[in-house]
């Protein structure tokens, strides 16, 4: 989150047109192309990733702007770990930097901020410390909410659903008959959120990596050409449009 000089002129006639608009309540966002674009503007990755980050703090605020309720970004995923250890150590540091550089405005601004992490063990204690941290004082913030999946895998996440209602089962805390789609959800990580209306994927790759395959049944998903670090204010308001124009049966 913070001020992004570049965009203020554009943001009152972008909010006056959302106003016709319905906002979607939750956007999840899978940030991809952050590599192909460092490499391609500073011949670097890690500036792409940083870029990335920054943009993460943009869009942000541009949905909050806009009136949207809930972002979950899928920052780091458990594949991810498979990568080279100095990329993965970059990656570790900029999260925790974003951690503590969002901390004030997200109090100033009431804004929740968790961690999704479906395989906790992998990730350093200094970033487990930082969630820690950030999640205990923004646990009462209720305006808006920021999920970040790190070291998170859709099936890791739906396997430790199971495995807790397997372990209530054997104690006798829920009978075999009380399983259900409400009971699977509540032990998600997404508890007590209300599931994206939007998938949004950036740098024109067209797949869903293992991300909320429970939570997004029934999501729109928008792909984008654009690698993560070049989305604008602009193209939020057009995933809105995009999103309005389409018809939602949910099954029927």
Request: proline share 2%.
């Amino acid at each position: 989150m913070g001020v992004d000089p570049n965009t203020s002129s554009v943001t009152r006639s972008t909010v006056e047109k959302e106003n016709d608009l319905e906002v979607p309540c939750h956007i999840a966002v899978i940030i991809d192309g952050n590599r192909r674009y460092g490499k391609n503007k500073y011949d670097s990755s890690t500036r792409g990733h940083s870029d990335g980050t920054k943009t993460v703090m943009k869009f942000t605020d541009w949905c909050i702007d806009a009136g949207v309720k809930v972002l979950t970004v899928f920052a780091f995923s458990t594949e991810n770990w498979k990568r080279e250890k100095s990329e993965v150590d970059t990656l570790m540091k900029l999260i925790d930097g974003f951690i503590h550089d969002t901390l004030g405005e997200a109090l100033t601004r009431n804004v929740r901020v968790r961690m999704l992490a479906s395989d906790r063990s992998k990730l350093p204690a200094f970033l487990v410390e930082s969630f820690d941290v950030v999640e205990a004082k923004t646990r009462h913030c209720n305006a808006f909410h920021v999920n970040l999946c790190v070291s998170y895998g859709a099936r890791d996440e739906i396997v430790g659903a199971c495995k807790k209602i397997a372990a209530e089962v054997v104690q006798g805390k829920t009978a075999i008959d009380d399983i259900n789609e409400d009971l699977l959800s509540n032990c998600m990580l997404t508890a007590g959120l209300p599931d994206p209306d939007i998938v949004i994927r950036t740098s024109g790759e067209l797949r869903i990596s293992n991300f909320l395959l429970f939570q997004i049944a029934y999501a729109e998903l928008i792909f984008m050409d654009k690698f993560w670090p070049e989305v604008t204010r602009e193209d939020l308001h057009e995933v809105i449009v995009e999103f309005n124009r389409r018809k939602r049966r949910f099954g029927k």
